[in-house]
């Protein structure tokens, strides 16, 4: 049985979305990361082994210059 675990981050920041978009994609674990339009400003999809590893990388999210907020949707399997 698979335990990874994935997720989509939708992220607000201070600064321009596609510097912070540039850095997320250099972290472990992003998968894919994209500036938005509209009252959020970029999403990112993001895989770990379990959960404290996904933990991890959104708390390594926060280190980057301007992140603010993130929201973490954990996605959850259909057959």
Do not use: Q, W
């Not at 997720?7 to 540039?22: G, M, Q, T």
């Not at 990388?57 to 259909?78: C, F, K, L, Q, S």
Request: proline content about 5%.
């Amino acid at each position: 049985m698979d335990s990874s675990v994935s997720a989509f981050v939708i992220i607000e920041c201070n600064r321009d979305p596609s510097y912070v978009v540039l850095e997320l994609r250099e972290l472990e674990g992003v998968k894919m990361a994209h500036a938005l339009f509209g009252p959020m400003d970029v999403v990112a999809f993001i895989e770990a082994s379990d959960l404290k590893a996904l933990d991890e990388i959104v708390t390594m999210m926060y280190t980057i210059e301007g992140v603010t907020y993130t929201d973490t949707r954990i996605t959850r399997p259909v057959p």
